[in-house]
């Protein structure tokens, strides 16, 4: 399941807690532990100040994650590596 979170956020874009929650058919809160868990494995980092605006122009389009009142994440070098079968 973790694995498939990291693959959602390698898509690219922005991801409401919400929606990646529904899409995974998990609850918001086993999304926030997962989302914990792989911080803590160092595949995801919180990004500073979170997203200020669309994905157009944004260098983290291409590894941006979950966003939401608790932050926003995105992919680590590790985390690339992992979705691209390395």
Do not use: F, N
Request: proline share 2%.
């Amino acid at each position: 399941m973790l694995t498939e979170l990291l693959r959602r956020v390698a898509q690219g874009g922005a991801h409401s807690t919400a929606a990646l929650a529904r899409e995974l058919g998990v609850s918001r809160a086993l999304l926030a532990h997962m989302i914990d868990d792989l911080v803590q494995m160092g595949y995801l980092r919180l990004v500073s100040g979170g997203c200020k605006g669309g994905c157009d122009g944004c260098p983290l389009a291409d590894g941006c994650a979950v966003g939401g009142p608790d932050g926003m994440w995105a992919l680590t070098d590790k985390g690339m590596r992992m979705t691209k079968g390395g």
